[in-house]
């Protein structure tokens, strides 16, 4: 009987583009056996194909793909203390789903590895689950990390802008908690605005950098003063989404006293540079 640790790779794989793997992802990539990947409905099919493709060409053989639903999170609840109960209960039915796809899937001794959109250290819930089937005690395995090209790197990278200004901070948030604190004295970047929070945001002076399926073909920009472009951003929001059934978006607001750099003020383009229809 095999008494070694079972080891899991979380591995970061960049905001969408096949390029953003790490010389250290595909490394890691190469060593796993198998690789969890869960599914978000027949809309988000486009996410599983894309691990798919990174697999074929950067995995050894031989390896196997267990694949599971995501579990069902309730997203209309309202205030932070039910939103906040909401993001909890599906974490833990996550975690329910992982310890079992690791104890019966995995072999002691084995490799498996999570196949994390962006990095794994910034606005997920990879490692947390983990952390919580390792607080149980049911599952004993060692984790490594391997950090990736995070959507919030991709967007600056694409609007040709640092995230911070000299002497500024920068604050990463969800979008509910942009509605209660407001810009204060930070730039802000603000992660899947589903009730565009953007548009409450009031001041001339108020940039906004957005970008949505950053680093994939389907790559949609635009940057200028808020007040100029929150409304083309709707648009171009509802009509992606009607598209592809699904959209995620980032972005940052940044408060400008003289002239900005990085993308054209408005400018809307693809990831191959041609703008899309608007």
Do not use: C
């Not at 583009?17 to 599914?39: N, Y």
């Not at 149980?136 to 060692?142: E, K, L, N, P």
């Not at 604050?171 to 605005?193: N, Q």
């Amino acid at each position: 009987m095999n008494t070694d640790p079972r080891r899991l790779l979380v591995i970061g794989i960049g905001a969408g583009d096949p390029d953003h793997l790490t010389l250290a992802a595909v490394k890691a990539i190469s060593r796993a056996d198998v690789f969890f990947v869960l599914g978000k409905g027949p809309e988000k099919s486009s996410l599983t194909d894309l691990r798919r493709r990174m697999l074929d060409e950067h995995a050894r053989p031989p390896f196997r793909v267990v694949e599971a639903e995501d579990p069902w999170r309730d997203r209309v609840q309202e205030g932070r203390s039910g939103y906040t109960a909401a993001v909890h209960d599906w974490r833990s039915r996550r975690a329910d789903l992982y310890e079992r796809l690791i104890r019966d899937e995995l072999e002691p001794g084995r490799t498996g590895a999570f196949l994390v959109w962006g990095d794994p250290a910034l606005y997920d819930s990879t490692l947390g689950i983990l952390a919580e089937i390792e607080a149980r005690g049911t599952v004993a395995f060692d984790t490594e990390v391997v950090p990736g090209v995070s959507s919030v790197s991709a967007l600056a990278a694409r609007h040709r802008i640092t995230l911070n200004q000299v002497g500024r901070p920068v604050r990463i948030t969800p979008a509910r908690r942009l509605r209660e604190e407001g810009l204060d004295d930070a730039d802000v970047v603000v992660m899947l605005d589903a009730g565009e929070s953007f548009t409450e945001v009031a001041g001339d002076g108020v940039w906004i950098y957005w970008g949505a399926y950053v680093g994939t073909p389907d790559e949609i920009l635009v940057s200028g003063r808020l007040p100029d472009v929150a409304e083309r951003i709707s648009r171009l929001r509802a009509e992606a989404r009607a598209r592809h059934g699904w959209i995620m978006d980032t972005y940052l607001l940044r408060t400008v006293d003289g002239p900005v750099g990085g993308a054209a003020d408005g400018a809307v383009g693809g990831a191959s540079g041609r703008a899309p229809s608007a």
